[in-house]
């Protein structure tokens, strides 16, 4: 049985005070004791959040890290050893907007991938297909190959420590959502095409659904048979909301 997992991603969002809040909001909220829990604050308030989450059980990730696992002369780079050095034990790997906006490839994120498994963190490898490859019906090819990239560099067996999110990208940030019908095709193919690898690897991982998720949708998203959980925007940046999706990803 794949335990649930909710991460909020809180994007370049927030201030010393807003943040430390929000912190204190979610640590008032009722969450489900059957699911893992986590937020990806912004760089600056990691340290803030890291504080703050001592005595709870909300587990700390990062939204990046740099391709090289030691320190060294990257300037504005953070290592994944740094990351862990502050506790932090998860990391986004792969996002669309680094992906897009960083042009990040393959091969970096697959970097990236490796240094956060060599520093004991958990990636989260994110995949997600453009709305013109959709059209084309590229979509489960899209994020095959993104999963492929890092097996080839990484191997099957390092998925066995990972989490996998599937964000289509048309869907984040968008209120564009992928049906529950749509999110659990691409599910479904991904956990097939990782099974042609290693079929018990395929079994255990834990597969995200993000693209514009809140917690009018989070049910009917949550109850798809291999959807194990959302890695969720803009609704994380409200605790109620956010604890109103956790609590549908615990029922």
């Known amino acids: 049985m794949r335990r649930p997992m909710v991460a909020g991603n809180w994007k370049m969002n927030g201030t010393l005070q807003s943040v430390a809040d929000l912190l204190s909001a979610l640590k008032g909220e009722k969450l489900p004791e059957n699911i893992d829990v986590a937020v990806f604050p912004s760089l600056p308030h990691l340290q803030l959040a890291q504080q703050s989450l001592q005595d709870s059980k909300i587990q700390l990730g990062a939204q990046d890290c740099a391709v090289q696992l030691e320190e060294g002369a ?11 050095d ?47 490859q959709r059209e084309q019906g590229q979509a489960i090819s899209t994020v095959a190959a993104q999963v492929d990239a890092v097996i ?3 191997g099957v067996q390092a998925l066995s ?7 289509p990208v048309w869907a984040i ?3 564009l959502t992928a049906t529950p019908e ?6 479904a193919a991904l956990r097939e095409h990782i099974a ?56």
Do not use: W
């Open 74 to 84: 990257l300037t504005g780079e953070t290592s994944a050893m740094q990351l862990r």
């Open 173 to 175: 940030g968008t209120g």
């Open 161 to 167: 420590k990972a989490v996998l999110a599937y964000e």
């Open 182 to 187: 749509q999110a659990q095709e691409v599910h």
């Open 86 to 132: 502050l506790n932090c034990g998860l990391v986004l790997v792969g996002h669309s907007e680094r992906r897009e906006l960083q042009s990040e490839d393959d091969q970096v994120i697959c970097r990236k991938f490796i240094a956060a498994q060599a520093a004991g963190m958990t990636p989260i490898l994110c995949v997600g297909e453009t709305l013109a």
């Open 196 to 251: 042609s690898y290693d079929a018990e690897i395929a079994q255990q991982l834990r597969i995200l659904y993000g693209g514009s998720v809140k917690a009018a949708n989070a049910v009917e998203l949550f109850t798809q048979k291999d959807i194990d959980g959302g890695l969720i925007g803009g609704a994380s940046l409200k605790a109620d909301e956010f604890g109103a999706i956790c609590r549908a990803a615990g029922n």
């Open 152 to 154: 080839a560099g990484a």
